[in-house]
């Protein structure tokens, strides 16, 4: 799917329809104009929000457009599919990924929604506290996709699955076989785990740890361990 996606000229994505409000597409629709406004000018539209965006009991005092603004720039990050593994690859590999919303007049470039989500992630950081903003989320796919000068990854396989990890699948091994079109996950020329559904995810985890130790001679992988798993849900080794 990789070579899919990174062939392809154009790929086109739906966001899904409106949600059951009566005003859902006026919202989406000013969520995309505003979020283009705020990426031709953000240094203006952050100074504004952090003026004029008040919570709790100054909440009175908040500019109305403004804050109906950001609530619609909340709901469009709040949309599933920012949430999804296997997004990561699509948005990040095509040359032109154009996202709908609804229908087929309400649109906007993945280039838009990066650039957003990039400059908030760095500087914006009390807006996307106070407004439960979801921006993070996709900016992810922003860092598993960096690269350096050179054109090369900034970040290794496991760094990559790291960055990765706040997204959703319903099938756990796509955590790791959703990310295989990165260029990262080839080391001396093959990949570090082939995509074997017939395993089974607590296989596929010990597979390429085992695989990324070996083959890199690094014990990078365990410094990132994460204990917040449910126990039982994976029978992993203690390591």
Known sequence: MGAVYGKAEHVLYW???????????????????FLRRFNNNP????????????????????????????VAIKELF????????????????????????GTQDVWLDWTEVAAFCSFMDVTGASIIN??????????????VWAKDSYGKPVFSFVEVLHWARVHRSTDPRDYI?????HSSAIV?????????YTITPAQAYTELALNV??????LQILAFVDHHEEPGVLILPTW
């Open 15 to 33: 966001l899904g329809p409106f949600n059951y409000q009566e005003d859902a597409e006026f919202r989406a629709r000013l969520a995309i104009r």
């Open 43 to 70: 240094h203006e539209y952050l100074r504004a929000a952090h003026q004029h965006l008040h919570f709790g009991d100054d909440i009175g005092d908040t500019d109305g457009e403004l804050l109906n603004s950001w």
């Open 78 to 101: 709040d949309i599933e599919y920012f949430h999804r593994a296997w997004i990561i690859q699509e948005v990040g590999l095509a040359h032109h990924a154009r996202l709908f919303w």
């Open 130 to 143: 106070h407004l439960q903003l979801k921006s993070w989320v996709a900016n992810h796919i922003n860092l």
């Open 177 to 181: 076989f959703a990310l295989l079109s």
């Open 188 to 196: 001396d020329g093959s990949l570090l785990i082939q995509p074997n």
């Open 213 to 218: 130790i070996e083959r890199t001679n690094s």
